[in-house]
């Protein structure tokens, strides 16, 4: 599999499209101004205390306030508070953290009134986004993520990534972390420092606990609440998650954002920094790569799979459901069982992939078309589980119930990604919404397709407005209505129709009777 990376900086927002073989796996677009990002480090002050609750809402200079719970703390609060205590008593000498007694772990049954109190000043990361009225969620367990390995300060744990499996690999890990990893920090080794050379390693470790440094630094210069470290940008972080030696490229359309991904991958792997490059093309660099129609493709309401089905992906404030419907699958297979677990796995596919490129989270509710016998169930939610290996997200797939219904749980750090694929119509003045005019050609040709292949009709005529007919006559020989021709073969006649609308089409067979070519897909925009 081959992978890319096309990133779009504008001065209000920033886009970031990965491509796994040309097909857009994941999505992101966020604010240039977007703060109280997940991994920011805060020194806050508690607001108040809700003992009902065993939590604290703090205030970290956002509108509403976060909120932090008892077990969100860490075992090593004891040790993180005392730390603050001493650092913000004496602002001129940094305090080493070598030299910090370790206090004693927090009681897993306690409360937090035995720890907190109001005005109290803490420590504290943003381990979710603000996400519809709700403040930042906050945690006390401190974590530095690096590419290899994360370090956690005031702890002394080394703890190896799950799916690194080979014994011998986990031992030379831990003798290297424990070889160089200062006092009282903790480490955990991500999957990707599998086979990674003890020099690199080394570096890694070097550059956080410099960035540990420098936070205290501005931790002492601080005033209430104040950032005292700041996660990478976004572009950066993305690439620090899912980096590999498969990237064939990574495109950039600013030259300071370019120059902060070079130096990152030539950071980490040298040998792999040609393949970032500043793109300078005439064409919006999402429009080069495709990445435009496959967000107006793949981000709507209706979401088209393989061979005719298509779900319908429908959003509210506690879940996600998602419907799965066969549409002209359905004519295909004598055995309504098998077309069933035919279009119930090519929906599973698409579903992943959507979760991925949406950044789903929570609680989500798929309604498969109905299997009658439970190995096919099985079946499926074994598929489903193979699918979601890839997925970076922690989540939780439960078997199939006896409705055909699936419910996954998935971690949501960030706001779902919503973005608007309908266009206001152009022939009623904006009225009503249509669905992207990018995407009308392919919508034809799906037509054609279900024409040809599924009514069996092999001589037509094509009726359209004059405006798409020399659309699709444009470039002659490697023309789209030549390729029709080729695909569909030379029974495809293509008519200019004056009294056509502008996004209209009509098709007349040879015996010059209309065709009613509507679908149920038609019916969600």
């Not at 945690?139 to 799950?162: C, H, N, W, Y």
């Not at 750090?413 to 266009?423: C, F, Y």
């Amino acid at each position: 599999m081959t992978r890319e990376v096309v990133i779009d900086v504008q001065p209000k927002e920033i886009t970031i499209g990965l491509l796994e073989d040309g097909r857009l796996a994941e999505y992101q677009r966020e604010s240039q101004n977007a703060s109280f990002s997940v991994g920011n480090i805060y020194l806050a002050k508690v607001r108040k205390l809700m003992p009902g609750l065993n939590a604290a809402f703090v205030d970290v200079g956002y509108e509403k306030e976060g909120f932090i719970h008892y077990q969100d703390l860490g075992p090593q609060f004891k040790t993180l508070a005392r730390f603050v205590k001493q650092q913000l008593s004496d602002r001129k000498h940094l305090l080493p953290l070598d030299r910090v007694k370790r206090e004693s772990d927090l009681e897993k049954d306690s409360t937090v009134s035995d720890v907190l109190q109001a005005g109290q000043e803490i420590l504290v990361q943003i381990a979710k986004e603000p996400i519809s009225t709700k403040g930042p969620r906050l945690t006390s367990e401190i974590s530095l993520p690096g590419r290899f390995m994360v370090l956690i300060p005031f702890q002394d744990k080394v703890s190896v990534s799950a799916k690194i499996k080979s014994s011998e690999e986990k031992t030379r890990l831990k003798q290297i972390i424990n070889g160089i990893r200062p006092k009282n920090f903790g480490v955990i080794i991500r999957t990707s420092a599998q086979g990674a050379a003890a020099e690199d390693l080394t570096q890694e470790m070097t550059t956080l606990t410099h960035r540990w440094e420098e936070a205290m630094q501005k931790l002492m210069k601080g005033q209430l609440p104040s950032l005292i470290y700041e996660e990478t940008s976004r572009a950066v972080a993305l690439l620090r998650d899912i980096f590999n030696p498969s990237f064939e490229n990574i495109w950039v359309n600013d030259p300071g954002t370019f120059a902060q991904i070079k130096e990152y991958v030539h950071l980490i792997a040298p040998e792999k920094a040609d393949v970032v490059h500043l793109y300078d093309g005439e064409l919006p660099i999402l429009d080069k790569f495709d990445v435009t129609r496959q967000i107006k493709s793949s981000l709507g309401k209706t979401v088209s799979c393989k061979a005719g089905a298509y779900i319908i992906i429908e959003h509210t404030e506690a879940l996600h459901v998602i419907d799965v419907n066969s549409g002209h699958r359905s004519h295909q297979a004598d055995d309504q069982e098998e077309n069933a677990l035919a279009v119930d796995m090519a929906a599973a596919d698409e579903i992943a992939r959507q979760m991925r490129l949406r950044d789903m989270g929570g609680i989500v509710v798929i309604d498969f078309i109905d299997l009658a016998t439970a190995e096919h169930r099985d079946q499926l939610y074994q598929h489903m589980k193979e699918l979601m290996q890839s997925d970076r997200a922690k989540h939780n797939i439960l078997p199939l119930s006896k409705f055909c219904l699936m419910q996954i749980t998935r971690q949501r750090v960030r706001p779902v990604m919503d973005v608007q694929t309908a266009e206001a119509c152009p022939v009623c003045g904006g009225k009503h919404m249509v669905k992207p005019s990018i995407l009308y050609p392919e919508m034809l040709e799906s037509k054609l397709e279900y024409l040809t292949q599924e009514l069996k009709v092999k001589k037509f005529h094509l009726h359209v407005h004059p405006f798409v007919a020399a659309y699709l006559k444009r470039g002659w020989i490697f023309s789209r209505l030549w390729k029709w021709k080729m695909r569909f073969g030379r029974g495809l006649h293509l008519v200019t129709d004056q009294s056509m609308e502008l996004l209209q089409y009509k098709v007349f067979d040879a015996d010059h009777n209309e065709v009613d070519l509507r679908q149920p897909i038609d019916d969600h925009v």
